[in-house]
């Protein structure tokens, strides 16, 4: 599958595959005499692909940054935030206190033989469902996107296009177009190059209460040292990103109220939070990210007709341009202004598309 170690967008390299219909095979580099071009004339190269990455990551923070929230959930954390309850976290559309935990699950059968490739798990291994199960290559760490997973029994069969399996340390090391017959199958990974995880929400690590050396304090006896305390996390308003912080103990699946004496000071200071976030509930976000990701590209990696066209009208602009467009914080090119316009949309609480 197409991926890259320079950054790992939610908006994947596959989907956004899939968006401008650019063959799969040429996608990865490879060229297979069966495959439908498509009205393309080009095999990306890894640069192209970990260009694109990079480029997608950054549209996602910058949507970010300025939505409030992220498009699509992730793992984060608000270091040193002021303790004062509520605590209003940077990034809202809330899902949940914890951090990113990952559990093996050993496959119960798994056949390389038949493109897609298929990799049975047991389903009572995953109890969120379907969502929790991600394929990883060993090698790397990058995450393997799959095709689909069935349910057939007690079972989850996942299925992998063998266009996704090919290693890494061919598609690294491309400087040319690949060959389908060399790479397929002798270049592709197997059941040992890869391990199924069910990825879930941790919530036994939410959040840490730093309290600050007081010399007012009873039982002072550093200045400069403070006392860090464990804490849970209530969310209060999960769309804007408004939570409680309760200093408390976690033991036997649940988490208790502390309220001991921290060296005679019941007032924290800081607070750090751990937390999961985001959504796609948006209308036009994966437009959004590719337009704005268009724009801060220097050079068009791809020869696919629908892809040229967005492409090059993501990255004109206009010879003349008003007062708000030069002002446009994203930049001038027309894919810029079109996630900047999207986003002062959903800000206004609109359903705009682009």
Not at 97 to 109: D, F, Q, S
Request: hydrophobic residues 35%; negative net charge.
């Amino acid at each position: 599958m197409a991926r890259s170690e320079t950054a790992q967008p939610y908006l994947g390299l596959d989907q956004y595959r899939k968006l401008f219909n650019i063959p799969p095979w040429a996608f990865n580099g490879v060229e297979n005499p069966d495959e439908r071009r498509r009205g393309c004339d080009h095999y990306w190269t890894q640069w192209e692909r970990d260009d694109l990455a990079l480029a997608l990551s950054q549209a996602e923070e910058l949507l970010a940054e300025r939505l409030g929230f992220y498009l699509g959930p992730r793992y984060l954390i608000d270091y040193d935030r002021p303790w004062r309850n509520p605590v209003r976290l940077l990034y809202g559309h809330v899902l949940g206190g914890g951090i990113r935990a990952r559990a093996e699950v050993a496959p119960g059968a798994s056949d390389f033989t038949v493109d897609p490739a298929t990799i049975t798990v047991p389903s009572a291994s995953f109890p969120g469902g379907t969502s929790e199960v991600i394929v990883v290559e060993d090698e790397t760490g990058l995450e393997i996107e799959y095709d689909e997973i069935e349910t057939v029994g007690a079972n989850y069969v996942i299925s992998i296009s063998w266009y996704k399996l090919i290693q890494w340390a061919t598609l690294e090391g491309q400087d040319e177009t690949l060959d389908y017959a060399a790479v397929v199958p002798a270049l592709l990974l197997g059941i040992a190059d890869l391990t199924v995880y069910r990825q879930y929400r941790d919530t036994t690590t939410q959040a840490t209460i730093t309290y600050g050396p007081s010399c007012r304090c009873w039982c002072a006896d550093s200045a400069c040292t403070g006392t860090d305390a464990t804490a849970c996390v209530y969310v209060l308003n999960r769309e804007i990103g408004t939570v409680r912080v309760n200093r408390a103990t976690y033991a036997a699946g649940t988490w208790s109220c502390d309220n001991s004496a921290v060296c005679g000071c019941y007032e924290g200071d800081k607070v750090t939070v751990y937390y999961e976030a985001g959504t796609v509930d948006v209308p036009g976000w994966r437009q959004a990210i590719y337009r704005l990701a268009h724009s801060r590209m220097g050079e068009q990696p791809c020869g696919c007709v629908l892809h040229e066209r967005q492409w090059r009208q993501d990255r004109a602009v206009p010879s003349i341009l008003t007062a708000e467009r030069l002002n446009c914080p994203f930049g001038l090119e027309n894919g810029a202004w079109g996630a900047y316009a999207w986003v002062m949309d959903q800000l206004l609480g609109k359903a705009f598309m682009l």
